[in-house]
């Protein structure tokens, strides 16, 4: 009788109306990238080029009900841009050159995450620790190295993101989306922000203004349900109930 009666409490607490509910995952995606700045968009000696980025990390998450849920996800990427030189000074006017920078950054983002049937979407705010610094100038290779200190160690972005439950069911599934992340932050160092930079080899560029990354990326999660928080309705104890 007495087990009879603690499967009756199991069954109304795993179909109560309120729950909280927590999950875990990995996830790993790779994408591209962009430099967001109005010199490169405005100056028709420099051509956009699309970089190319990958992380991989994990996420948590606290979920109430049945929609809404708060995730933080951390993970840890490399990150590159590219834009074409043009009728360099001092070069053949004929020739193009590639003007490259990268970083590795260690990324941490609190999210609100929506759920709906098997789609979600997910947006806040995003900060980031970069490291490994990386220039890579065609036009004047020599000098690359120079520009070591030239990326700024913190940034602060945004990133959206949206997608869908692939296959699985209501404990693990596999996930796959987008995620759009732009970055607030002026990717130059402040030791750099007034000089040229990234423009090092146009003498006639005084102000380059602002340089902004904007990155685009196929993320695949697979998540796993631990367990649910909720209140019995026989004794109205908290129980939490793991998968």
């Not at 947006?123 to 065609?138: A, H, K, M, V, Y």
Request: with cysteine; hydrophobic share 35%; net charge neutral.
């Amino acid at each position: 009788m007495k087990r009879y009666f603690f499967i009756v409490c199991l069954l109304a607490a795993v179909n109560g109306r309120s729950q909280t509910w927590f999950d875990v995952g990995l996830k790993g995606g790779a994408g591209t990238g962009f430099l967001m700045n109005s010199t490169l968009n405005s100056d028709a000696r420099f051509t956009q080029a699309a970089g190319f980025n990958y992380f991989f990390g994990g996420k948590v998450g606290i979920n109430f009900g049945e929609f809404v849920g708060i995730t933080c996800d951390v993970d840890y990427g490399k990150y590159s841009y590219t834009f074409d030189q043009n009728e360099v000074p001092g070069l053949s006017a004929t020739e193009t050159y590639k003007f490259k920078l990268g970083y590795n950054s260690l990324n941490v983002m609190p999210m609100v995450r929506y759920t709906k049937s098997s789609s979600y979407l997910e947006l806040g705010p995003q900060f980031s620790f970069t490291r490994n610094p990386l220039i890579e100038d065609d036009a004047y290779a020599a000098n690359s190295s120079s520009y070591s200190d030239a990326i700024r160690n913190n940034l602060t972005g945004i990133v959206f993101g949206f997608g869908g439950h692939m296959v699985g069911n209501e404990i693990i599934s596999l996930m796959m989306g987008l995620r759009f992340n732009y970055v607030f932050s002026n990717v130059v160092s402040s030791t750099y922000e007034d000089t040229r930079f990234p423009y090092v080899n146009y003498p006639d560029i005084t102000s380059p203004g602002k340089t902004s990354p904007l990155n685009v990326q196929l993320v695949m999660e697979i998540n796993y349900s631990l367990g649910y928080i909720v209140k019995a309705s026989c004794g109205r104890r908290t129980v939490f109930l793991t998968f």
